[in-house]
Nanobody, 123 residues
Framework: QVQLVESGGGLVQAGDSLTLSCAAS????????IAWFRQAPGKEREFVAA????????DYADFVKGRFTISRDNAKNTGYLRMNSLKPEDTAVYYC????????????????WGQGTQVTVSS
């Protein structure tokens, strides 16, 4: 059974940093691309960042470029999202997702999802 478990969310102030983790099990993690999406209340789930299976290639949504960094540790079966200079508009539930080999930015192209972790940024 495939499991993705996010952790690291919380309540922070604007300008603070957080690192989210995504622990994977039930699949060969090193074969999968990992992505982070987020969903704010009343809004659709949106792409944030992705990294391919080897960690060589990454992609970011324009609104997080220069602030967020995605990474992975295949030896630990874990993906990460480092979030710096957080803004109130970054408040959302953040989801980890996985798909085979190469990443995509579309929600529908990911087969496996975590349960999400809440990030709240106060002004």
């Amino acid at each position: 059974q495939v499991q993705l478990v996010e952790s690291g969310g919380g309540l922070v102030q604007a300008g603070d940093s957080l690192t989210l983790s995504c622990a994977a099990s039930g699949r060969t993690f090193s074969n999968d691309a990992i992505a982070w999406f987020r969903q704010a209340p009343g809004k659709e789930r949106e792409f944030v960042a992705a990294i391919n299976w080897s960690g060589v290639s990454t992609d970011y949504a324009d609104f997080v470029k220069g602030r967020f960094t995605i990474s992975r540790d295949n030896a630990k079966n874990t993906g990460y999202l480092r979030m710096n200079s957080l803004k109130p508009e970054d408040t959302a539930v953040y989801y980890c997702a996985a798909r085979y080999k190469n990443y995509d930015t579309a929600v529908g192209d990911y087969n496996y999802w975590g349960q999400g972790t809440q990030v709240t940024v106060s002004s």
